[in-house]
């Protein structure tokens, strides 16, 4: 019935620099002595390391708060707690919760911003907290990034918590950069609160507050958690816009529990804000979009939604209710297989023990089964099974829903081919001209939308006596 395309994967091979050297840095080290190559040496502030690092190196930073030391950059004022000019590396040994890079607040002349990242640097395993930036000047580099400011998304952000940050104009966690694997909340500015125009990987935003996009502005968000992030009006004079995500690239997401309002008065575009160019597909939310296929309003079913375990329950119509066409992962936020059934499911978190291969939700609105005992039934008795149904958007328990060929008929361009067809729905259509050859059809047009009712295709090169057999399937 339908068409299954191969995955080719790529495994991905790093050199490194075989004179690369290592730099320690510990808070309370007696003895520190440049340059700093070895724990008996440390620096004492991690900035004095990263100055001894060349290209390539490792600054490997042990448990602490780090709130001395940092430069300007650019001929800029404002003061970062840790500059980054040069691709290094920089991780702590015991990931976030033991190592802090410490910023000064609150905003004004006086404030400190975590980190400045240049292209190609890694930042991992940290903590960046209370940054902050100034109330004037250059508004990109002095007023936005208060956790951290990177200057593209070859930066990367990893394994990182960025919390409790304030941005007179952009990004009050982080400004642009690659961001994975990392908790950014309880962080605040005018447009995206917890992040700006950043591509975020496996990240929860939560708690941030902005009057554009609460969790998020703009940027790229993939297998992320945006729950509890605000849009507030009285924070500026904007009007408030996207609780969770402002615009943007989402896919395989959880946004939930977002809010914008006015005062005490909630307004439109709590969860997510689109500005009419961004289509919505595939996803599970309410109101039902106007632009965009294979939504549902469906009450999700998550499991503790109180508690805040959106992991998927047993009954969720979200199982097996996305498109494998939108999967960019080989794992969901748990680090599981994203695709189990055959179909991926709607959300960050993959059901991992289907007993249906039908989208759940589309076997629930019809009242069927998602016990596995539907979906080789040929409920309506039309000659096709529940899966054939479900591929082809025909109606299960309406024999006169069927995905069938017409009689085709001449006309001076050609062989007319028309098909019972689903609005919305991509066909593709085959061609024989002897039906005991191998192989008996060959494709002679893909990616055709069905129309409500019936589709036509005229074959242009089937002018001659010769016979013509044709077949339709759904992609």
């Not at 790093?14 to 080290?29: G, K, L, Q």
């Not at 941005?167 to 917890?194: E, F, Q």
């Not at 993939?222 to 690239?249: E, L, Q, S």
């Amino acid at each position: 019935m339908g068409k299954f395309w191969g995955w080719l994967l790529l495994a991905a091979f790093f050199s490194f620099n075989a004179t690369a050297a290592t730099y320690y840095v510990n808070v309370s080290n007696p003895a520190p002595v440049s340059p700093y190559s070895d724990w008996s040496t440390a620096a004492t502030n991690i900035q004095d390391a990263v100055d001894a690092a060349s290209t390539g190196d490792l600054v490997l930073v042990t448990n602490g708060v780090y709130a001395t030391g940092g430069r300007t950059v650019n001929g800029f004022s404002l003061t970062n707690r840790v500059t980054v000019t040069k691709p290094i590396t920089l991780q702590s040994v015991n990931g976030p919760n033991l190592t802090l890079i410490q910023g000064n607040s609150p905003m004004g002349n006086g404030a400190v911003r975590c980190a400045y990242l240049t292209n190609g640097v890694i930042l991992s395993g940290f903590t960046l907290t209370n940054g902050a930036t100034k109330t004037s000047g250059d508004i990109t580099n002095e007023l936005s990034g208060a956790g951290a400011w990177c200057a593209s998304v070859s930066a990367t952000i990893s394994n990182c918590i960025l919390t409790g940050c304030s941005a007179k104009r952009y990004g009050g966690g982080v400004y642009r950069g690659t961001i994975n694997d990392s908790l950014i909340s309880s962080n605040n500015a005018p447009y995206g609160g917890g992040a700006y125009s950043n591509v975020l990987n496996n990240c929860v935003l939560k708690n941030n507050f902005a009057a554009a996009g609460g969790g998020a502005y703009g940027g790229s968000l993939t297998h992320c958690t945006i729950v509890n992030n605000t849009a507030y009006a009285p924070y500026t004079a904007v009007p408030p816009t996207g609780g969770g995500v402002f615009d943007g690239n989402v896919m395989n997401c959880v946004i939930f529990y977002n809010n914008s309002y006015y005062g005490t008065t909630s307004v439109q575009g709590s969860n997510f804000y689109s500005n009419g160019n961004i289509f919505i597909n595939y996803c599970c939310t309410t109101p039902l979009p106007t632009n965009g296929v294979g939504n549902i309003t469906n009450e999700p079913v998550f499991v503790d939604l109180a508690g805040g375990d959106f992991h998927l329950s047993s009954n969720s119509p979200c199982i097996n209710a996305g498109n494998n066409a939108y999967v960019t992962n080989a794992i969901d936020l748990d680090g599981l297989p994203r695709i189990v059934g055959g179909t991926v499911d709607i959300g960050a978190y993959e059901y991992q023990t289907p007993a249906s291969t039908l989208s759940y939700a589309w076997a629930q609105q019809y009242g069927l089964p998602t016990d596995g005992t539907a979906d080789g039934a040929d409920t309506d008795g039309d000659g096709m099974n529940n899966w054939q149904e479900w591929k082809a958007s025909t109606v299960p328990t309406n024999a006169a829903s069927v995905l069938q060929l017409a009689s085709p008929s001449n006309s001076l361009s050609g062989m007319i081919v028309k098909w019972q067809s689903v609005g919305g729905v991509n066909y593709y259509l085959q061609r024989g001209t002897n039906l005991a050859t191998q192989p008996t059809f060959t494709s002679i047009q893909s990616n055709i939308v069905g129309q409500v009712g019936t589709t036509s295709y005229t074959d242009t090169t089937a002018t001659n006596a010769t016979p013509y057999f044709y077949r339709v399937g759904v992609q």
